[in-house]
């Protein structure tokens, strides 16, 4: 579990992030990601290993997660950290998100690709 500062933890409940992380060739790769601040106070992401945030992540857990508040550009929660993933065979976290986001994740289900829990652990947070 991170403790947040209090002062950005509402930034924890917005709808979008961007998630940085290495490719196999050292450039950087980011993309936009649903998120959760889950229950046990931490952060996690519901990825698909078709992706190519996924496979960068399995060669490399090193990440980055940038949550900007939209209503003043100039504030930010930012996490530095590594990934830590396991498969989601039960859907256990992707029912979260479709609780979270309203809809139902389970059509994004499909029998070639393997969807993952994403914990991603800080080793820094930063705020602005």
């Given at each position: 579990m991170t403790d947040f500062p209090e002062t950005h933890r509402d930034l924890l409940d917005a709808p979008v992030a961007m998630l940085s992380t290495v490719g196999r060739t050292g450039v950087p790769h980011t993309t936009a990601v649903w998120f959760l601040h889950d229950s046990d106070?931490?952060?996690k992401l519901w990825l698909s290993d078709a992706r190519q945030k996924m496979k960068n992540l399995l060669q490399r857990p090193e990440c980055s997660l940038f949550i900007l508040?939209?209503?003043n550009p100039a504030r930010y929660l930012a996490l530095r950290g590594r990934a830590e993933m396991e498969p989601d065979a039960e859907c256990e976290l992707?029912?979260?998100f479709s609780?979270?986001?309203d809809t139902d994740?389970?059509?994004m289900l499909n029998d070639t690709?393997?969807?993952y829990a994403v914990t991603i652990r800080p080793f820094q947070v930063m705020v602005r």
């Open positions: 106070g931490e952060v508040d939209t209503a992707g029912d979260k609780a979270k986001y994740v389970r059509r690709d393997t969807r």
